[in-house]
């Protein structure tokens, strides 16, 4: 089986720091991705991690613990236009599988 | 980046009817192609996986003889509603990956199909 845990809303004020936690049980789990979406829109891919630790992408960074089974992504600097959903998704046997996403909003 | 598309982008059909939607990768070849339904404010679920040239794999829950998908090309990947009822109203998502990457899709807009 399998199981993608992350919050389902959060509120963060702009130029704030917040982080989306992310938990996964999965089978044939090969890596962890986070992506955006934007009401109505696709998802945009925002980082994958393969390896345990963090990667820095700009303001976005993402972490991994594989043993923990356990990700988070962190967004600095908050713009308003980071508003949107994000979400957290295992590549399970060379498939996407996605969580069901964490809603950010951001305050002015 | 790569770029892939979808075709309608947005599509009203009656019940009983059916109903097919496109998807293509504009600058590269597609070796596999994925189709994902989203409700509203719920996750992307993937229905179905589709190499180019075989029969298309099903996730578990999904009916194939209600979806049916066909992969004709390396670029070209067809999604068919057939006998839509207003439960299938949905927001119909591809992705592609291509040959040269071991683990990134690129995502279409998405199709919003209603169905009344």
């Known amino acids: 089986g399998q199981n993608i845990d992350q919050p389902t809303e959060m509120t963060a004020t702009e130029g704030a720091i917040v982080q989306i936690n992310c938990t996964y049980q999965?089978?044939?789990?090969?890596?962890l991705f986070w992506y955006q979406q934007h009401a109505g829109e696709a998802p945009t891919f925002l980082s994958y991690?393969?390896?345990?630790g963090l990667e820095e992408k700009g303001r976005f960074s993402s972490f991994l613990s594989r043993s923990k089974g356990y990700s988070y992504l962190l967004l600095k600097e908050l713009q308003m236009k980071d508003s949107a959903s994000y979400l957290c998704?295992?590549?399970?046997?060379?498939?996407?599988?996605f969580g069901k996403g964490t809603r950010l909003h951001i305050l002015p | 980046g790569a770029v892939v598309s979808q075709h309608p982008s947005r599509v009203i059909c009656k019940s009983g009817t059916s109903v097919k939607i496109e998807c293509r990768s504009l600058d590269f070849q597609a070796t596999t192609m994925f189709w994902y339904r989203q409700f509203p404010k719920k996750s992307l679920m993937l229905m179905a996986t589709?190499?180019?040239?075989?029969?298309?794999?099903?996730e578990q829950g999904v009916e194939k003889d209600k979806f049916l998908i066909n992969h004709a090309s390396l670029t070209l990947s067809t999604l068919t509603v057939t006998s839509a009822h207003p439960e299938d109203s949905s927001f119909y998502i591809c992705s592609a990956r291509g040959v040269q990457s071991a683990y990134e899709q690129y995502f279409g807009p998405g199709t919003r199909l209603t169905v009344t």
């Open positions: 998704a295992c590549n399970r046997d060379d498939k996407i599988i």
């Open positions: 589709s190499n180019e040239g075989s029969k298309a794999t099903y």
């Open positions: 999965t089978s044939g789990f090969n890596g």
């Open positions: 991690n393969v390896l345990d």
